[in-house]
Nanobody, 125 residues
Framework: QVQLIESGGGLVQAGGSLRLSCENS????????MGWFRQAPGKEREFVAA????????YYTDSVKGRFTISKDNALNTVSLQMNSLKSEDTGIYYC??????????????????WGQGIQVTVSS
């Protein structure tokens, strides 16, 4: 089965940068879409970014456009999220997600059938 291993979270000051990485291990088949969701304290889980295996670029929620960049390495079955100009409202648990379907613009959590354990990102103001 798919096993998603996240790394790279931590504490950073507002305006700083972090890079999250996620490896899809433990599965014979490669996921066709990988991405990230996040959940802030007291809030619902929300879509952040995703990228299809066949796509050159990813798609993002409006609040991170221009600040976050999602990238992938198809050969290594990994996806990364470069987060720049971080704000306190970016604080939360970030979840790597994957699905065997090729999603273009899909932001619904139910469309992603595989989830990582989550990794904490804290932005101090």
């Amino acid at each position: 089965q798919v096993q998603l291993i996240e790394s790279g979270g931590g504490l950073v000051q507002a305006g700083g940068s972090l890079r999250l990485s996620c490896e899809n291990s433990g599965h014979t088949f490669s996921a066709n879409t990988m991405g990230w969701f996040r959940q802030a304290p007291g809030k619902e889980r929300e879509f952040v970014a995703a990228i299809a295996r066949s796509a050159d670029t990813g798609y993002y929620t409006d609040s991170v456009k221009g600040r976050f960049t999602i990238s992938k390495d198809n050969a290594l079955n990994t996806v990364s999220l470069q987060m720049n100009s971080l704000k306190s409202e970016d604080t939360g648990i970030y979840y790597c997600v994957a699905d065997m379907g090729s999603h273009f613009g899909v932001t619904v959590a139910a469309a992603f059938h595989f989830w990582g354990q989550g990794i904490q990102v804290t932005v101090s103001s």
